[in-house]
């Protein structure tokens, strides 16, 4: 953005007294924010001769990089698999809402769903940047509709679709467009997904291995043509197998390619995966890891009815399931309480608790040397927390976007 005045006449903020994590570990450090960029203090003193012309005391909080959830249905009542003239305000209430859960990046996911919704839907979706008026958009993830009868989950199988001759082609009818796709959850067994798989990976856009019942040979292979994601690790997929283990097999697989990573998602919810099975996946490959909530329009609510996409779901505690069955549909869990439950089941440090749903995300996009951790000239999207994890305040681009009032604290 041009400016009238230099860089160095911006104010500067010094936030004191805090344990920022930098570099996988807690550091006792100021953290200087000037423009929405964590500055270099030295560079400031030495090169700058500058100061700060603003200090906040943090009493002793803990300083981590903003949450990026890169799977979220809705919350708060709102669907964003439902097609409304309004989608705007929808996005607006949950994006405005989930900052008080640490939350500054998200990607709005659709579930399943009829062609008429993307294309009703997608256009009315911008990638835009976070601040008082709520979390960024990073753009939307698209679960489905190319995923496997045998494993749709919450998924109405009316709706879903097979790559036929056009394959790619086939795809972009479906969705419409993907100028503001950021991922894809498909199943990789499927006829022709290998050729899809390179399509969208040139183009920038994640793809997730996902609702599918692929070998390890079939899901070895999407990731050599350039998969990089599994969509919520044991569900909606073959359960693990000595003599094949299935896409849970690629936490281990030694057929990914060099300087590649493997990346998964968990809803770390209590419900969804078993404790042991969360510290199965995290002993096994803990750089890979990634929180997300898989929350849906429930989130934030009271529980009875409520939907997702086309279906109509039932929310009793912390379960919710399709109306009338026992399958499970998304979560209506909060990112913070995803990062608290998963460092008290893995017994995992807070650095790594807090890195699984900020580093990790990051790096799973691509964004990693702007969000996802504090290092110098990255975005100053932050949150103070307190020693139990719970989210005290949440800062976007170094302004404050929410604060936990003193009677709630």
Known sequence: MPSN????DAPIVQFTNCRILRSHQLQREDLWVREGKILNPEKLFFDEK?????????????????FIDVQINGGFGVDFSLATDDFKSGIDLVSQKILSHGVTSFCPTLVTSPPSVYHQVLPQLSIRNGGAHGAGILGAHLEGPFISKEKKGAHPEHCLRTFEAGAFQDLLATYGSLDCVRIVTLAPEMKRSSEVIREL???????????????????????????????????????????????VGLLTSDKIPAGRRVFYGMISDGIHTNPAALRIAHRAHPKGLVLVTDAIAGMGLAPGRHTLGQQVVEIDG???????????????????????????????????????????????LGIEHKKGTLNYDSDADFLMLNDDLYVQATYIAGEEVWRQDALGM
């Open 5 to 8: 005045k230099s860089v160095s």
């Open 201 to 247: 990976t040139q183009r920038g856009i994640c793809v997730s291995l996902g609702h599918s019942v692929a070998n390890l040979a079939q899901a070895e292979e999407a990731v050599q043509h350039g998969a990089t994601f599994i969509t919520h690790l044991f569900n909606a997929m073959l359960p693990f197998h000595h003599r094949d283990p299935g896409i």
């Open 50 to 66: 500058g100061s700060a012309d603003i200090q906040l005391d943090c009493k002793d909080s803990i300083i981590a990089p903003g």
């Open 318 to 364: 912390l379960n919710t399931y399709i109306a009338g069955t026992k399958t499970l549909s998304g979560s209506v869990a909060t990112m913070d309480t995803c990062v608290r439950h998963f460092q008290e089941a893995t017994g995992c440090s807070v650095e790594t608790a807090l890195e699984a749903a900020s580093l990790h995300p990051a790096q799973l």
